[in-house]
């Protein structure tokens, strides 16, 4: 399985972004896709989580702002981000995690910077 992020890119605070990633290789039902970021010197942080049935799950810092989706036809999930802030400010990593095989792939990451 290979994750392809795009979407990042420098917004001004309180504006939107969307990020998106697409999966190749065989991807199951049972997958889980979701988001991570990392802040620079800090760790790597969930941010949410989508399954292929449409249940989603949101760290708080990000509940009520940014909206998980996942279009099982084309392998993707995606992050719409809302009402964006400076603390925001990330690298973005995609992930997939195969719950029957217990492994978890990720993407290259893309730059998220909120910044007037």
């Known amino acids: 399985v290979q994750l392809q992020a795009s979407g990042g890119g420098l917004v001004q605070p309180g504006g939107s972004l969307r990020l998106s990633c697409a999966a190749s290789?065989?991807?199951?039902?049972?997958?889980?896709m979701g988001w991570y970021r990392q802040a620079p010197g800090k760790q790597r942080d969930w941010i949410a989580t989508?399954?292929?049935?449409?249940?989603?799950n949101y760290a708080d810092s990000v509940k009520g702002r940014f909206t998980i989706s996942r279009d099982n036809a084309k392998n993707s999930v995606y992050l719409q981000m809302n009402s964006l802030k400076p603390e925001d400010t990330a690298v973005y990593y995609c992930n997939l995690i195969k719950i029957l095989a217990g492994t978890d792939y990720w993407g290259q990451g893309t730059l998220v910077t909120v910044s007037s």
């Open positions: 290789g065989t991807i199951s039902t049972s997958d889980l």
């Open positions: 989508a399954t292929s049935d449409g249940r989603t």
